[in-house]
């Protein structure tokens, strides 16, 4: 990032905290996708707290963005399995916070399988979680009961600009990994399997492309927006995706089960908009199909009479390309900023939550007057 652009974020993120302070010294752990403009945002978070850990996401880390966030924080590895085995949780947040106010910042809902204990049984408060994807709101809000606030932006309309271009950006990256491997797509038969913000971006996308698109969703009030925009609709995954020779997946909570990638035409090219664990249960394939990398970001899945293309291991295609969506970022990174403030001065009861509405105004009157040209 050059110096004026610095600069200029800086300035942003100094505003947002002036107009969203803390209500009293609390402590972060921070789930984060570790990219170049990602260090922006944690410096801002130090106005609002003290950042307890930084916790990449394992498939988004730019290795020198990791290096210099790791001069300033402690950074720690990120898995499933830390914070889904209730004792290693609390473990780790004892060793991390222990006895202190703690906001937990979450992307993908990594803290949802153990809050009951952590809210319970930590030594400090939990004072909330701020939840980033859809994949999370849909974690947290699966709970039978949340004992602590949920302050969710999945969902905000300021969002909406980068899902639109998280969308776009997931077209270009899987373009350039097919034609990586000398092939195309243009005049192809393409599945989109979700039909929220992003899939309904990708799914414009392609169309805009040159591909015939089908859209699969599970709830049929997608399908028929869907519809209403000219996509041809399935009543089924298998249905979807027979004809398709590309699958791109847009979920957040499984689209493809064990049972679903037989149903994969022979050659297609399969993609995920998320981590490959909360959306293609790959895992189950893995005594059942031969694995052969065919370049750095395709692996090639064969059984007898059957074969298909992985693309980025089943991850998020398009942090292959760094997964650019300009200055819309920091509109999300800023209500996340401003829902940690606002736990600290429990403005929420237990439960799941969104920022009001005022507050997303003043964000997005924020952005425009440091943004807009």
């Known amino acids: 990032m050059e110096s004026p652009e610095r600069a200029r974020l800086d300035a942003f993120f100094r505003q947002i905290t002036t107009q969203f302070p803390a209500g009293g010294a609390i402590t972060t752990l921070v789930i984060t996708h570790l990219l170049p403009e990602r260090p922006a945002f944690l410096r801002a978070m130090t106005a609002v707290s003290t950042v307890g850990a930084v916790l990449p996401k394992p498939r988004s880390i730019h290795q020198s963005t990791l290096d210099a966030v790791r001069r300033t924080f402690p950074v720690h590895d990120l898995t499933r399995e830390r914070f889904t085995d209730n004792t290693q949780a609390l473990d780790y947040l004892e060793e991390t916070t222990g006895g202190r106010d703690v906001v937990l910042v979450d992307i993908g809902g990594y803290f949802a399988a153990s809050l009951d204990t952590l809210v319970s049984k930590f030594s400090g408060r939990i004072l909330g979680v701020v939840e980033d994807t859809e994949n999370g709101h849909q974690r947290y809000a699966a ?28 077209v270009f990256s899987t373009d350039a990994l097919v034609r990586a491997r000398g092939d195309i797509l243009t005049s192809r038969n393409a599945c989109v399997i979700g039909f929220g913000k992003i899939g309904r971006a ?34 089924s995954t298998t249905e979807a995706v027979r004809d398709a020779e590309l699958v791109l997946c847009a979920t957040g909570n499984l689209a493809l089960r064990q049972g ?24 189950s394939l893995h005594d059942l199909y031969q694995r052969s990398p065919v370049s750095a970001q395709l692996t090639r899945y064969e059984v007898t009479g059957h074969y298909f293309y992985v693309l980025a291991d089943g991850g998020a295609v398009n942090f292959v390309h ?20 606002a736990l600290s001065h429990a403005r929420f009861q237990p439960g799941l939550h ?8 003043s964000i997005a009157t924020t952005w425009l007057h440091h943004f807009e040209r």
């Open 354 to 361: 969104e920022m009001p509405a005022a507050d997303r105004g």
């Open 322 to 341: 760094g997964a650019a969506v300009g200055a819309y970022i920091h509109l999300v990174q800023a209500e996340i900023l401003a829902a940690t403030a």
């Open 260 to 283: 679903d990638f037989a149903a994969l035409r022979n050659g297609a090219y399969l993609g995920s908009v998320t981590s490959s664990e909360d959306e293609l249960e790959l895992g």
């Open 202 to 235: 990708i799914a414009q996308t392609l169309r805009a492309q040159d591909l015939r698109v089908t859209v699969y969703d599970n709830d049929p009030i997608k399908r028929v927006q869907a519809h209403s925009l000219g996509f041809r609709t399935s009543a």
């Open 143 to 170: 709970l039978d009961s949340l004992p602590c606030p949920i302050v969710s932006v999945a969902r905000s309309p300021l969002k909406d600009c980068e899902d639109h271009l998280v969308g776009r950006s997931i």
